[in-house]
C-alpha cells in the first residue's frame, strides 16, 4: 500500500528497529498487547512521531486512539500481520 500526503507527514512507531523502547507512561512497563507498529498521517511530523507513538504506548488501545484525534489517521498493524485503520485513513492510500 503505498501513501499520497500532500501538506502532512507520516510517522510510524514500533519495535522493528530498535526493539521495545516505548513504555506505557502509567505502568512504566512496555505496552500490553502491543501493535507490531502503528502509522500515523498528521499535520505536521511532530504531530505525527508524537501521535503514532503515544498510539503504540496505549497497547490494545491503539485501535480506538486515532478516532479521538481530531487531526490524526492512523494505520495498526498486529504481529501476525492484520491490519486495522481508522475511519479517515483511506483517503491517504493510493
Known amino acids: 500500500m503505498?501513501?499520497?500526503?500532500?501538506?502532512?507527514?507520516?510517522?510510524?512507531?514500533?519495535?522493528?528497529?530498535?526493539?521495545?523502547r516505548i513504555l506505557d507512561p502509567h505502568t512504566g512497563e512496555p505496552p500490553?498487547?502491543?501493535a507490531a507498529a502503528m502509522t500515523v498521517v498528521g499535520a505536521t511530523l511532530?504531530?505525527?512521531?508524537?501521535?503514532?507513538?503515544?498510539?503504540?504506548?496505549?497497547?490494545?488501545?491503539?485501535?480506538?486512539?486515532?478516532?479521538?484525534q481530531p487531526d490524526a489517521e492512523g494505520l495498526s498493524?498486529?504481529?501476525s500481520g492484520a491490519t486495522w485503520q481508522s475511519s479517515g485513513f483511506?483517503?491517504?492510500?493510493?
Not at 483511506?90 to 493510493?94: G, L
Open 2 to 20: 503505498g501513501a499520497d500526503v500532500p501538506d502532512a507527514a507520516v510517522a510510524t512507531s514500533g519495535p522493528a528497529e530498535r526493539g521495545c
Open 46 to 68: 511532530s504531530v505525527a512521531d508524537a501521535f503514532a507513538t503515544a498510539a503504540y504506548a496505549t497497547g490494545g488501545g491503539a485501535r480506538s486512539w486515532p478516532e479521538e
Open 90 to 94: 483511506a483517503r491517504w492510500t493510493a
Open 77 to 79: 498493524t498486529t504481529a
Open 32 to 34: 500490553r498487547d502491543p
